[in-house]
């Protein structure tokens, strides 16, 4: 039968924003491993966006060598105390296991999360592996410290370049710092898979926003790098774009996250940023990020709805993080849409008219269109709502550099070696593809580390 | 960040030379940077009151009105503040007017300088308006005088200039120019300063029919685009401050809903305020 490591009970987690699910025991996890069928075909590995060798590593933990076991991760992963924590598995390696014919795959994830943890994984000297050096003395810039950009860095340093990774922000990590709570993702965890990359000659200048402080032209010019990586993301807030959205009370996902995660909120007064959560909260969305704002506001003293147009089945939340929820006493209001943002005599948000909804004809996307009921508006109470409907491609540097070809919602065009339009200049991540997952950017800041490499050494070879 | 250099405008007004030669380089005016005074602090926005491509500097003029501006005033030269990003926003779109006229009120007054002197060395006619709430307030007088063929000052107190608000000579000259006895006609009110004195000065330069541009100042987080606590409506439409702004065309500004946004952590704030130097 698959393990499912112990999380911390549900009457206790949410007066602290500790992490929920516990790592695996030893013990636990040498069962866990043992129930691998190794198959020589690896379809896991194959449903891996970076292709990990996960029997591979499976088998050094059932030998009882976490470490090695880490060392077959990174082989692939440079940052697996992250993804073992925040990659679907489920739709992914595990949706592909032998045994998930039976509903039991081998739970991959926590594996993969009880090797990073137990071998304390950055103070593990970085493997470089030197037949891989290419020996070109060249440099190269990445521009965002998310999940695309750290793993573009890392492969590029791996590879022998020189690297200098610029961040916007204090700190990086892009939304494994800002947007993924403590609750899920510690951000000691974020700083140890930081400072692996660091160890590994990576160059990381926070505090330095591309097109503003610094341009393409520059980095490209006196700078004197080689090539760019574009890995700014998905960091721009959708609105619902009704009445009373901008009454105070009313944030955006990111707003909400990043006075939480970024700035720790929770310890106001003795850190210096306020968030104001209120008795009630409601938060508008069905993602992973309206699940994660929910838990905070839960976290932080307040009675919380989640209103979602659809039903449960179509959210496209993580299950895991759904059952989380329901544990700590969110309440979920599903086929619910908010119509306006009501105001107090004070003008301070009070609550948020809505409407009841029924599923229609499946719309683009497959999902069955949600559609007003007539006459079934109601109020839900709320002094404080957060808006977690979707973000789009951060659009600053392309405004700043009108070379970069844009597309919709102002995602970068790419071609199919992940290059922009301005020649040596790549991009990839969220910023590329639209809001993503974590792994999926991972797997884009592999790929055009490689087509980085490959670009670099054709300039080489013609020169 | 270093600090290379601190002086006093009066007991609550700061100006800070800081070393930051990627902000120097590029800076214009209208401009700000977002700051992290001390490791644990918040992040704010503070207008780039002037730069030294040469030096590498830019200068930061701030009023002591809470907890994050106490807390970088306690900083001293040879101190570093924690983060500084920037220059972000917009920077001021200046050419094409012949006839400026520039308010600015408290330490906005800081903040008008560089526009003022961006639009007097591209040839515009500058007259500015400061006002203060009394003399022991009021900031960049000489500096002011240099880049404006006139220059207007008015207090609270009356303890220098005329006692009144900056509406009043505003008022006195916009009334000529419609009675023709003003000689030129100003294409433009730039003002910056407290929401209500924008709010008052765009009521009557744009009774007038002149083009008004107001610089906001909503609390910010990330100040590029990515948190939205900045957002304010302009023409009816939401507008992320911080890289569509900061400065707008005020016909379009709902003040009102600038004004209780900025309220929006006013109990946390008197919270927080005296443990200034605690972080």
Redesign the interface.
């Known amino acids: 039968m698959r393990l499912k490591p112990a999380r911390e009970p549900s009457s206790s987690r949410i007066n602290n924003f500790s992490e929920v699910t516990r790592v695996f025991s030893p013990q636990e996890a040498l069962v866990e491993a043992s129930r691998c069928l190794q198959c020589k075909n690896a379809p896991c590995s194959k449903g891996c966006p970076v292709n990990i060798d996960i029997p591979g590593f499976i088998k050094l933990i059932k030998e009882g060598k976490p470490a090695e076991a880490l060392a077959k991760i990174k082989e692939r992963n440079s940052l697996p105390g992250i993804c073992g924590r925040v990659c679907p598995q489920e739709e992914q390696c595990e949706k592909a296991c032998v045994l998930n014919k039976n509903g039991e795959p081998v739970n991959i994830g926590a594996l993969e999360r009880f090797a990073a943890d137990s071998a304390a994984c950055a103070k593990m000297p970085p493997m470089i592996e030197k037949d891989k050096k290419t020996g070109l003395a060249l440099s190269v810039a990445v521009i965002g410290s998310g999940p695309a950009g750290l793993t573009c860095a890392a492969e590029l340093a791996k590879s022998g370049y020189t690297v200098e990774l610029f961040e916007?922000?204090?700190l990086p990590g892009g939304v494994l710092s800002?947007g993924i709570p403590e609750f899920r993702l510690p951000k000691k965890i974020v700083a140890d898979e930081v400072a692996y990359v660091r160890g590994l000659g990576v160059k990381i200048s926070?505090?330095?926003?591309a097109g503003?402080?610094?341009s393409l032209e520059e980095l490209l010019g006196k700078r004197g790098f080689s090539a760019v990586f574009i890995a700014s993301g998905a960091?721009?807030?959708q609105?619902l774009g009704i009445k009373g959205?901008?009454?105070?009370?009313v944030y955006?996902a990111?707003?909400f996250l990043?006075?939480i995660n970024l700035?720790k909120a929770y310890e106001?007064?003795?850190?210096?940023?306020?968030v104001?959560v209120a008795e009630e909260t409601i938060v508008v969305g069905g993602g992973n990020v309206a699940l994660d704002c929910a838990r905070c506001a839960r976290r932080l003293g307040s009675r919380v709805s989640l209103v979602y147009r659809r039903t449960e089945a179509e959210m496209p939340a993580r299950r895991e993080e759904v059952e989380n929820a329901v544990e700590e006493g969110i309440k979920f209001c599903f086929l619910t849409q908010p119509l306006e943002f009501l105001a107090d005599s004070q003008?301070?948000l009070s609550g948020v008219k809505c409407i009841k909804m029924q599923l229609g004809e499946p719309d683009d996307s497959g999902r069955r269109r949600p559609l007003a009921l007539p006459g079934s508006e109601f109020i839900i109470n709320a002094g404080t709502a957060v808006v977690a409907v979707g973000q789009n491609p951060?659009?600053?540097l392309a405004k700043a550099c009108p070379g970069l070809k844009t597309g919709p919602h102002g995602t970068l065009v790419t071609d199919d070696a992940l290059m922009t339009s301005i020649p040596g200049v790549f991009a990839g991540g969220d910023i590329v593809s639209g809001a993503a997952t974590v792994i999926s950017a991972m797997a884009a800041g592999k790929k055009g580390a490689a087509a980085i490499d490959a670009y670099l050494k054709e300039l080489k070879h013609e020169a | 960040m270093l600090i290379i250099s601190k002086t006093y405008y009066s007991p609550e007004v700061v100006r800070m030379e800081v070393e930051a030669p990627?902000?120097a380089a590029?800076a214009a005016a209208g401009q700000f940077v977002i700051l992290?005074p001390k490791e644990?602090?918040?992040?704010i926005p503070l207008t780039i009151a002037d730069w030294n491509k040469d030096r590498g500097t830019i200068t930061l003029i701030f009023q002591k009105v809470g907890?994050?501006t106490n807390?970088l005033s306690f900083l001293e030269p040879g101190d570093n503040i924690?983060?500084?990003?920037?220059?972000?926003g917009k920077p001021t779109h200046i050419n094409g007017y012949s006839e400026v006229i520039c308010v600015g009120g408290g330490v906005g007054i800081a903040e008008l300088y560089p526009v003022a002197r961006a639009f007097y060395k591209a040839g515009s006619r500058v007259t500015s308006i400061l006002g203060a709430r009394s003399r022991g307030l009021l900031i960049l007088e000489d500096a002011m005088r240099e880049v404006s063929k006139e220059l207007i000052i008015v207090t609270d107190d009356g303890s220098y200039g005329s006692k009144g608000l900056v509406t009043d000579p505003l008022k006195g000259i916009l009334s000529s120019v419609e009675n023709s006895t003003h000689n030129v006609y100003p294409e433009l009110v730039y003002a910056i300063g407290p929401v209500a004195m924008m709010q008052a000065v765009a009521g009557l330069s744009l009774g007038y029919g002149i083009k008004t541009i107001v610089s906001l100042n909503p609390i910010m987080?990330?100040g590029?685009?990515?948190?939205?606590?900045c957002?304010?409506?302009v023409h009816g439409k939401?507008a992320f401050a911080c890289?569509e702004g900061p400065e707008f065309d005020a016909s379009g500004v709902d003040f009102e809903?600038l004004k209780?946004?900025l309220?929006?952590?006013r109990r946390?704030?008197i919270?927080?305020n005296d443990?200034a130097g605690q972080?």
């Open positions: 916007s922000l204090h800002y926070p505090d330095t926003l503003y402080t610094i960091g721009l807030p609105f959205e901008n009454l105070p009370g955006s990111n707003e990043c006075r700035m106001f007064p003795t850190l210096a940023t306020p104001n003008g301070l951060n659009p600053l | 990627e902000v590029k992290i644990g602090g918040e992040r907890f994050s807390t924690a983060h500084l990003l920037g220059p972000l987080v990330d590029t685009g990515m948190c939205g606590a957002r304010c409506t939401t890289v809903e209780t946004r309220k929006t952590y946390k704030e919270r927080i443990k972080l």
